[in-house]
Protein backbone atom coordinates (compact mmCIF):
# COMPACT_ATOMS: atom_id res chain seq x y z
CA UNK A 1 0.00 0.00 0.00
CA UNK A 2 0.96 3.23 -1.17
CA UNK A 3 0.37 6.86 -0.49
CA UNK A 4 -1.62 8.47 -3.39
CA UNK A 5 -2.00 12.09 -4.53
CA UNK A 6 -5.66 13.37 -3.80
CA UNK A 7 -7.46 13.82 -6.97
CA UNK A 8 -7.30 17.64 -9.13
CA UNK A 9 -7.94 20.48 -7.00
CA UNK A 10 -8.37 18.74 -3.57
CA UNK A 11 -5.63 18.84 -1.01
CA UNK A 12 -4.89 15.93 1.03
CA UNK A 13 -4.00 15.78 5.10
CA UNK A 14 -2.45 12.70 6.68
CA UNK A 15 -3.00 12.44 10.33
CA UNK A 16 -1.49 10.03 13.38
CA UNK A 17 -0.55 10.05 16.92
CA UNK A 18 2.45 8.28 18.33
CA UNK A 19 2.21 7.35 22.22
CA UNK A 20 5.89 7.42 24.25
CA UNK A 21 5.42 6.14 27.37
CA UNK A 22 8.54 7.40 28.29
CA UNK A 23 7.84 11.39 27.79
CA UNK A 24 4.01 10.42 29.04
CA UNK A 25 2.93 12.26 25.86
CA UNK A 26 0.59 11.54 22.85
CA UNK A 27 2.08 13.15 19.68
CA UNK A 28 0.15 14.31 16.86
CA UNK A 29 1.58 14.68 13.49
CA UNK A 30 -0.26 15.79 10.23
CA UNK A 31 1.03 16.49 6.78
CA UNK A 32 -1.09 18.34 4.54
CA UNK A 33 -0.07 17.75 0.26
CA UNK A 34 -1.45 19.26 -2.35
CA UNK A 35 -2.79 17.32 -6.10
CA UNK A 36 0.91 17.05 -7.51
CA UNK A 37 1.97 15.52 -4.00
CA UNK A 38 3.99 18.59 -3.20
CA UNK A 39 4.41 19.49 0.06
CA UNK A 40 2.12 22.54 1.64
CA UNK A 41 2.27 21.90 5.52
CA UNK A 42 3.11 20.16 8.23
CA UNK A 43 2.51 20.35 12.01
CA UNK A 44 3.47 18.63 15.10
CA UNK A 45 1.87 19.34 18.74
CA UNK A 46 1.40 16.50 21.61
CA UNK A 47 -1.31 16.13 24.63
CA UNK A 48 -0.38 14.94 27.63
CA UNK A 49 -1.20 12.85 30.08
CA UNK A 50 -0.58 9.55 27.60
CA UNK A 51 -3.79 8.68 26.64
CA UNK A 52 -5.80 5.50 24.66
CA UNK A 53 -5.09 4.57 21.35
CA UNK A 54 -8.65 5.33 20.03
CA UNK A 55 -8.68 9.04 22.03
CA UNK A 56 -5.28 10.20 20.66
CA UNK A 57 -6.05 9.32 17.21
CA UNK A 58 -9.51 11.21 17.42
CA UNK A 59 -7.71 14.41 19.46
CA UNK A 60 -5.26 13.97 16.34
CA UNK A 61 -7.93 14.18 13.75
CA UNK A 62 -9.82 16.60 15.77
CA UNK A 63 -6.77 19.24 15.54
CA UNK A 64 -6.15 18.49 12.01
CA UNK A 65 -9.74 19.28 11.13
CA UNK A 66 -9.34 22.57 13.01
CA UNK A 67 -6.43 23.35 11.85
CA UNK A 68 -7.50 23.00 7.85
CA UNK A 69 -9.86 25.57 9.00
CA UNK A 70 -7.71 28.04 10.17
CA UNK A 71 -5.67 27.68 6.88
CA UNK A 72 -8.86 27.89 5.07
CA UNK A 73 -8.50 25.01 2.92
CA UNK A 74 -11.91 23.13 2.13
CA UNK A 75 -11.60 20.58 -0.53
CA UNK A 76 -9.20 18.21 1.70
CA UNK A 77 -9.53 14.64 2.07
CA UNK A 78 -7.90 13.28 5.66
CA UNK A 79 -6.48 9.55 6.09
CA UNK A 80 -5.56 8.06 9.19
CA UNK A 81 -4.46 4.44 10.00
CA UNK A 82 -6.87 3.94 12.64
CA UNK A 83 -9.73 2.28 11.75
CA UNK A 84 -11.82 2.21 14.57
CA UNK A 85 -11.63 6.18 14.95
CA UNK A 86 -12.81 6.16 11.15
CA UNK A 87 -15.37 3.54 11.71
CA UNK A 88 -16.61 5.52 14.86
CA UNK A 89 -17.05 9.01 13.07
CA UNK A 90 -19.16 7.94 10.74
CA UNK A 91 -21.38 5.26 12.81
CA UNK A 92 -24.80 6.38 13.73
CA UNK A 93 -24.27 4.71 16.92
CA UNK A 94 -24.12 7.39 19.77
CA UNK A 95 -20.61 7.36 22.39
CA UNK A 96 -21.89 9.12 25.84
CA UNK A 97 -18.27 9.64 27.11
CA UNK A 98 -14.74 11.75 26.04
CA UNK A 99 -14.46 10.08 22.58
CA UNK A 100 -18.03 10.41 21.65
CA UNK A 101 -17.86 14.26 22.49
CA UNK A 102 -14.42 14.22 20.02
CA UNK A 103 -16.06 12.68 17.49
CA UNK A 104 -18.54 14.75 17.85
CA UNK A 105 -17.13 17.80 17.27
CA UNK A 106 -15.14 16.23 14.26
CA UNK A 107 -18.49 15.59 12.64
CA UNK A 108 -19.44 19.28 13.02
CA UNK A 109 -16.59 20.88 11.76
CA UNK A 110 -17.18 18.19 8.68
CA UNK A 111 -20.91 18.96 8.89
CA UNK A 112 -20.23 22.73 8.92
CA UNK A 113 -17.44 24.22 7.83
CA UNK A 114 -15.58 21.06 5.63
CA UNK A 115 -18.34 19.82 4.14
CA UNK A 116 -16.86 18.81 1.20
CA UNK A 117 -14.07 16.77 2.88
CA UNK A 118 -14.08 13.30 4.23
CA UNK A 119 -11.79 11.14 6.80
CA UNK A 120 -10.54 7.95 5.20
CA UNK A 121 -8.88 4.72 6.60
CA UNK A 122 -5.76 3.58 4.84
CA UNK A 123 -2.68 1.60 5.87
CA UNK A 124 0.20 2.49 7.97
CA UNK A 125 2.69 2.06 5.33
CA UNK A 126 0.54 4.64 3.31
CA UNK A 127 0.88 6.82 6.45
CA UNK A 128 4.33 6.89 7.14
CA UNK A 129 5.22 10.88 6.95
CA UNK A 130 2.07 11.28 9.83
CA UNK A 131 3.75 8.40 11.51
CA UNK A 132 7.32 10.33 11.82
CA UNK A 133 6.09 13.63 12.60
CA UNK A 134 3.91 11.89 15.64
CA UNK A 135 6.78 10.11 16.66
CA UNK A 136 9.09 13.43 16.68
CA UNK A 137 5.67 15.55 18.05
CA UNK A 138 6.46 13.63 21.61
CA UNK A 139 10.19 14.65 22.01
CA UNK A 140 9.66 18.29 21.33
CA UNK A 141 9.31 21.06 23.68
CA UNK A 142 6.72 22.83 22.01
CA UNK A 143 4.53 22.71 19.24
CA UNK A 144 6.02 23.54 15.66
CA UNK A 145 4.44 24.40 12.48
CA UNK A 146 6.59 23.71 9.09
CA UNK A 147 6.19 25.84 5.48
CA UNK A 148 9.14 23.84 4.85
CA UNK A 149 9.88 20.46 4.82
CA UNK A 150 10.87 18.60 8.05
CA UNK A 151 14.29 16.88 7.68
CA UNK A 152 12.30 13.40 9.49
CA UNK A 153 9.80 13.45 6.27
CA UNK A 154 12.03 14.81 3.49
CA UNK A 155 12.96 11.38 2.00
CA UNK A 156 9.63 10.32 2.37
CA UNK A 157 7.94 13.38 0.35
CA UNK A 158 10.48 13.18 -2.26
CA UNK A 159 9.98 9.35 -2.95
CA UNK A 160 5.83 9.62 -2.79
CA UNK A 161 5.90 12.69 -5.16
CA UNK A 162 7.21 10.33 -8.27
Not at 11 to 31: E, P, Q, R, W
Not at 76 to 84: A, G, N
Not at 96 to 119: E, K, P, Q, Y
Request: glycine share 6%.
Amino acid sequence: MIWVKPSHGRYKCNVDASFSLTHNKVGIGMCIRDDHGRFVAARTQWVEPILDVEHGEAIGLLQALKWAVDLQLHDIDFEMDCKRVVDSLYSKRTYFSDLGAILGDCRTILASTLVNSHVKFIRRQANEVAHRLAGAATSLASFHNFIDIPTCIYDIIMNEMR
